[in-house]
């Protein structure tokens, strides 16, 4: 692969690495953000998605955890994390059935911890990595602006999710403004995962985040 040929990233998380909302074979924000890398840093990018649909922040949690993903993790150049929206769904639908606020707020708790627990492991595997790298957490637009507790929990959310941002090697994707009074514009039919255009914006405000110097 030779060391300067090819960045490798890998994208792990729920239904929006995986691409879910976006029409038939149109790439969701990993492969389009993948051709915006590969035009500004003139380098092939090599992908590997560790990603599936319904899946909660404890579940990422597993699976960078797993051993198997260690060394992909450690080489990788680019790594993008799309977790919470699962957590938040089936949050709300608890509230719904019971009306209680505390399981939102303990729902965001554990939310928090998870990923704590992700950026541990993963910040553990690049402490001696030897390879430049950056980390774009996205954080959570709100896909039910109706609801007024909805936006409460995404707030709740992103603000822990906001504290991880070092400025260098970790920066959090602000999808939560580039969504907010777009909804209708940019989520698919579902209401819930972003459509093609949504996905650009997901890309584009990766993008936007810059690179390392070293790429």
């Not at 409460?152 to 580039?178: C, E, G, M, P």
């Not at 209708?184 to 579902?190: G, K, N, P």
Request: proline share 4%; with cysteine.
């Amino acid at each position: 692969m030779g060391g300067q040929q090819c960045l490798t990233y890998v994208a792990l998380g729920d239904s929006l690495t995986v691409g879910v909302g976006a029409s038939f074979l149109a790439p969701g924000f990993v492969g389009r953000y993948v051709r915006l890398t590969e035009k500004e840093c003139n380098r092939p990018v090599f992908t590997d998605i560790y990603a599936k649909s319904g899946i909660e922040t404890g579940e990422v949690r597993a699976i960078v955890e797993s051993p198997a993903l260690h060394e992909k993790i450690k080489c990788a150049n680019m790594i993008t994390i799309s977790a919470g929206g699962n957590d938040l769904i089936n949050a709300s639908k608890d509230f719904a059935e019971t009306g209680e606020q505390s399981e939102i707020t303990q729902s965001v708790k554990e939310c928090h911890s998870n990923m704590v627990q992700i950026m541990h492991t993963i910040q553990g595997l690049k402490k001696d990595c030897g390879v430049p790298y950056i980390i774009y957490l996205l954080n959570l637009y709100n896909p039910q602006p109706q609801i007024p507790l909805a936006d409460k929990w995404v707030q709740l959310f992103n603000r822990h999710l906001n504290s991880f941002d070092n400025r260098s090697t970790i920066r959090v994707a602000n999808l939560y403004s580039v969504f907010k009074g777009r909804q209708d514009e940019l989520l698919s039919r579902d209401q819930i995962h972003p459509n093609n255009l949504g996905y650009q914006a997901i890309a584009n405000t990766l993008f936007s985040l810059g690179y390392p110097s070293d790429f």
